[in-house]
């Protein structure tokens, strides 16, 4: 596509690539379907619907090639670790023996090189069974939760139209209950229409050791609810901020926010591994239902296809996805900004945004996130707080 490939530093001047970075995070989307009807859902109400047309099951031959894909690329790269996440739609769908057999056949074909497994999931078929199933093979869960039952019925609704936090809040009482250890963390992607400490003290109920706010995906062409043209407007950054002056300030140990933990890391001098924050180059590579190799499937918000490599685990190694001009273009950090974003003071920390968020169809991905006024915001609010907290401190402990 049109702006989104070319090799050039953030003012325009030529550069020579870097080598690409294995991946180490592979996505499997295990089940294609899912049992609930969320209306802000990327995979079924944006622009690819190629869903439509997958297996809604990834076959065993796919399995086996994708694991020993895995497998052959962390040993080739050495990796001291890979981490794999059970996805789809809704992973449980596959059943509780189809589910176990994929654990067992990515670890057989990965080792030795050690597998972090978790399930996505949204927890509305997440038993007795399944938890004492994860329980033995060592398997974490991440559950998607909007925060309280208003907030989350508002969007993640059955076939049916009924709201599905009674059936979450069971899940989550089974999991925290007896078999915390498993718990990975939540997931509540941000709607402006919901009171923002409301929303975050629902998810604090759970006690979660992780919290991911999400924003919800768009584009220029499709702006994402709420998201105004003037830039002096920042409603996300306002809704996330009363989030984190409300975690920032609490006294105790917080819960684990991972936007704002990156962000701070980042104002501090370090890296992210956060998708969407920073400039590190992005290392994850999914794997549909049907054995198809591709890129962030978040891209689904942004064009038919634009999550493809044409590649398949059948046939080809994730080596050959590395060297592809669209992957090359994940990894590439500050020399990918567009100009805008090059010549901005946080782009070491807010690295441009997801890459979902800056697509325009007349330029491709050479834009600025359609997030942009809201993470600068964000990003200068976290700035000014930490700076006033480090300045206090006396100069022997700085």
């Not at 869903?51 to 990796?79: F, K, N, Q, S, Y």
């Not at 869960?141 to 979450?168: F, M, N």
Request: aromatic content about 6%; glycine content about 8%; hydrophobic content about 40%.
């Amino acid at each position: 596509m049109p702006g989104s490939d070319g090799h050039r530093s953030p003012g325009g001047t030529a550069t020579h690539p870097a080598p690409p970075v294995a991946f180490r995070q592979f996505v499997l989307k295990l089940h294609s379907r899912c049992d609930l009807a969320c209306d802000h859902c990327y995979v079924y109400t944006m622009a690819d619907q190629r869903w439509r047309d997958l297996p809604r099951t990834m076959p065993p031959e796919v399995l086996d090639a994708t694991a020993r894909r895995i497998g052959e690329h962390a040993r080739a790269h050495r990796l001291d670790r890979v981490s794999v996440i059970l996805h789809g739609g809704e992973p449980l769908l596959a059943g509780p023996e189809r589910v176990e057999a994929a654990v067992s056949v990515i670890r057989q074909g990965v080792a030795p090189v050690p597998v972090r497994l978790t399930v996505q999931t949204n927890a509305i078929r997440l038993d007795e069974r399944y938890l004492s199933l994860f329980d033995r093979l060592d398997v974490r869960l991440s559950v998607s939760l909007d925060g309280d039952r208003a907030a989350h019925d508002r969007h993640r609704r059955g076939p049916d139209g009924q709201g599905s936090h009674a059936r979450v809040e069971a899940a989550l009482r089974r999991l925290t209950t007896g078999y915390p250890h498993l718990f990975n963390g939540l997931l509540c992607t941000v709607d402006l229409r919901n009171d923002p400490v409301a929303t975050y003290l629902g998810l604090l109920e759970h006690r979660p050791p992780t919290i991911d706010f999400l924003l919800p995906h768009g584009t220029w062409d499709t702006p994402p609810p709420g998201r105004p043209a003037d830039p002096r407007r920042t409603p996300y950054a306002r809704w996330l901020i009363s989030v984190f002056d409300r975690w920032y300030h609490a006294p105790g140990p917080p819960v684990r926010i991972r936007l704002f933990d990156e962000i701070i890391q980042l104002l501090l001098g370090g890296a992210s591994h956060l998708a969407g924050v920073g400039l590190s180059p992005v290392v994850v590579a999914v794997v549909q239902t049907d054995g198809q190799i591709e890129m962030d499937d978040t891209l689904a918000a942004a064009y038919a296809g634009a999550a493809g490599t044409g590649l398949h685990v059948q046939r080809d190694p994730f080596d050959v996805a590395l060297d592809l001009p669209a992957v090359r273009a994940q990894q590439r950090g500050a020399a990918a900004l567009c100009a805008t974003c090059g010549a901005c003071e946080l782009r070491r920390v807010c690295g441009g945004g997801l890459r979902t968020h800056r697509w325009r169809a007349d330029n491709g991905f050479d834009n600025p996130s359609v997030y942009c006024p809201d993470l600068y915001a964000l990003i200068d609010h976290i700035r000014q707080t930490v700076r006033r907290d480090v300045a206090a401190l006396p100069r022997a402990t700085r």
